[in-house]
């Protein structure tokens, strides 16, 4: 039962047939229920040789498949000489022990699967720790359990369970060694959590920052790219992107953000790794406004916007704004999927992030978050207040300059939170001949929105990851 050893569970270039029981909540139809299951098993590298659908009113204790269908799996297992066994469920390791034994072939589930790309996309020293984390969490008390069984076939010998992942660090058998290994590595991404809270910290004081999030293939670095100087690694393949980018994102007149792009959500995602990813997603988290990227073109976009939306609160991002973008309307050729939307969020905005279609609005869009409402009017500052003069030059868009008396006149369209960082800067202004509080109370009076501006948020508690 040579198969039977799991001491490459790597799904690379292995032929694959994909299982998935539909339960009555299940989320797909028969049509669409492995769509997600091929396009992850392709990106982790996978060949899909066969595909299995039963539905059942519950899962099957044992197997999770009824009796039956466990055979059928078998025989189309050794037809079509595959040697993985995909489930999009989430299987028990006693489940995974009786259906290896059924069918004589390996068996991984829709976690294990996620775990693996992630392991293999892992570049940076931040990611591989994290995956290295997330699966010592999760796959090997999983492993440990299959222990057992692994014993009896091979006699005993130790063979090199879960080899796979970041430095194919072999998985220490002894739960002593895995405590201590999961402590050091826990420690040191402490450590750079740490570090990025500072960096986040002092980005969001020096700027306005804004994070794309979206589920996987949404088309987030390829948004990202558009509205910036780019450098995003951009796939067709699912998570593509496994870490950060930070790019500035120029609105003109002088007035920019910082953009964040980040790795793709997924439903299901296993626990484990949420918590591990919560360094790169550190950015999203304390974000001024956050764009969710929605792909419309793509049958299960409801689901996915509710799995973005789920997934920002189990993070905590719940303090700011949230700007719904919908993506790929250049696909969308029946123009009432896009009124259906448009219908449930009014406030959302259809763009294409490859033809550039839609970028303009939601350009401007940000830019009155980042600045407030803009409105005309005329500054007075003195010419000897040198710092305010450059800021409102270099700034604002200054329509006209009236100099004299040791003062000019700007006239400027400016937004809110720009006065309020003229204010900062000191020194006395007049607007519209005014003083700056009032002015303000009788121009903006009505844009209560200006107040939701998220305050600032204080180097928070570190989390214990
Ligand atoms: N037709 C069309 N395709 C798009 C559009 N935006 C992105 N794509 C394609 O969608 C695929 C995924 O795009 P990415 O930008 O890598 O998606 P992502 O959200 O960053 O994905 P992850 O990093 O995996 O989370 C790529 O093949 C893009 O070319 C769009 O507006 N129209
Ligand atoms: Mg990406």
Redesign the pocket.
Known sequence: MAQNQREQIRVVAEKAVLVAVLLPNSLHGPDAALDELRALAETAGAVVVGELIQNRAKPSGKTYLGKGKVQELADLVSMMGASLVIFDNDLAPSQIKAIEEGTNCKVIDRSELILDIFANRAATHAAKLQVEIAQLEYTYPRLRAMWDHLETIVGGAPIGIGTRGPGEQQLEIDRRLVKNRLRNLKRELNQILQRKVREVHKRNLDHFTVG?V????????????SLTAGG???????????GTRIERWDFGGGTAAMLS?T???IRDLPHHLVASFRSTLEETIHSDLIII?V?I?DPNSQMHLETVQNTLDAIKATRQKRLLVL?????QEDSRQIMCWLNNHPDAIC?????KEGLDELSNTVRESVIGKVREIVITIQLSDSRAVDFIEKRTEVLNRDYGDGQVNFTVGIGRRQIDQVLAIGGAILIDGKNPQEAISLLWKEDESDKDRPLRIPPHELPEI
């Not at 979206?214 to 790219?225: D, Q, V």
């Not at 763009?351 to 033809?355: K, L, M, V």
């Open positions: 794309l979206g589920y996987t293939n949404a088309g987030k670095s390829t948004l990202f790219n995003a690694f951009s796939h067709e393949k699912l998570f593509a992107t496994l792009d790795v793709g959500f990227v792909d073109s993506n790929k309307i250049d696909q763009i294409s992030a490859i033809t």
